[in-house]
């Protein structure tokens, strides 16, 4: 069943308690640049940085006591490894964390100083897919996707959700795309509670998949991409796939110029900290690739999780 506005309003209920409202912001200087009026929902002031905790919380205190008991389980590299591991701590029960063993420190000893139970491989899909599997059999824990999974999708949909309390009268709400988890809960919230409303999706030009992916009406995986937005990298899911092709309108692809031009003009303008994969959403606007002048436009910044010895402009 694909989930409905009426299970991300569950979800919203759900982690009521753990998560952050974040709030919307505005900057005067952004909107003259772009020639919209933008309105930044900001999930970099999320709980982990990241609107990922959302799905996995929602995923963690949506199981069962008898399952809970024996834990949750994922492979990822970054944020949802994070978020997974907080939720878990949240509720008391394990999580077991694979991660590459070439995986940024500063993710590494973010997902350990939230109690995550990290497990190390191979830097390979095969590799983290297969130490799971044999983690899960072991353990019995339940396997959390990073966007693959229903309870994340619905738990990433309470952004917009908020979004649209805040700010009910939007044309256009634009996020960012990798895996398609933030998106497909975007949308449905989106065009469930406001009819007539615009989804439009930024992809980096140089991880294009789900802009191919959408051409092709199928999913075309990820090969090799090279972006500076590390968060989008990965290939639609089954899942999110359907849900992106009935609910949103286009993706819209962004240089590498500019993800780090808009990337830089929020933090020198807005003063908040955002990572490039959020960038690529403000992209969709800096850029001007499609007209979206004069509209009122909700922006989902997806994250703050910078290496700070690694900014793009250095």
């Known amino acids: 069943m694909t989930p409905t506005l009426i299970d991300i309003r569950t979800a919203a209920q759900r982690i009521k308690p753990y998560a952050h409202r974040t709030p919307v912001l505005t900057n005067e200087s952004l909107n003259q640049q772009v020639g919209s009026q933008v309105f930044l929902k900001c999930e970099n002031l999320q709980k982990v940085g990241a609107f990922k905790f959302r799905g996995a919380c929602n995923a963690v205190f949506s199981l069962t006591d008898e399952e809970a008991a024996r834990g949750v389980c994922t492979h990822s590299s970054g944020n949802h490894a994070a978020a997974l591991a907080l939720a878990a701590r949240m509720r008391g029960i394990p999580a077991y964390i694979v991660m590459p063993d070439n995986a940024p420190s500063v993710k590494k000893n973010a997902v350990a100083g939230y109690g995550g139970l990290i497990t190390f491989c191979e830097p390979t899909l095969e590799a983290r897919e297969s130490t799971l599997d044999r983690i899960r059999l072991d353990t019995g824990a339940t396997v959390v996707h990073p966007y693959n999974d229903e309870r994340v999708i619905t738990g990433q949909g309470t952004a917009a959700l908020e979004l649209l309390e805040d700010v009910p009268d939007l044309d256009v709400i634009i996020a960012p795309v990798g895996g398609g988890g933030l998106l497909s809960g975007t949308a449905i919230a ?51 796939f359907p849900i992106i092709q009935k609910n ?48 009122k436009i909700g922006v989902i910044i997806s994250g703050g999780n910078v290496d700070l010895a690694k900014l793009p402009w250095q």
Not at 200 to 222: K, N, T
């Open 248 to 295: 949103v309108e286009q993706i819209v692809t962004v240089s590498e110029a500019g993800i780090i031009e808009s990337m830089k003009y929020v933090w020198e303008r807005a003063k908040i900290i955002i990572e490039p994969s959020s960038a690529v959403a403000i992209g969709v606007l800096w850029e001007k690739k499609i007209d979206l002048s004069r509209l």
């Open 190 to 240: 989106a065009t469930e509670i406001k009819k007539g409303i615009r989804v439009i999706a930024g992809e980096p030009e140089m991880a294009d998949d789900a802009f191919r992916s959408l051409q092709a009406g199928e999913i075309i995986p990820s090969k090799n991409p090279k972006t500076i937005a590390d968060g989008l990298l990965t290939s639609l899911g089954s899942l999110t």
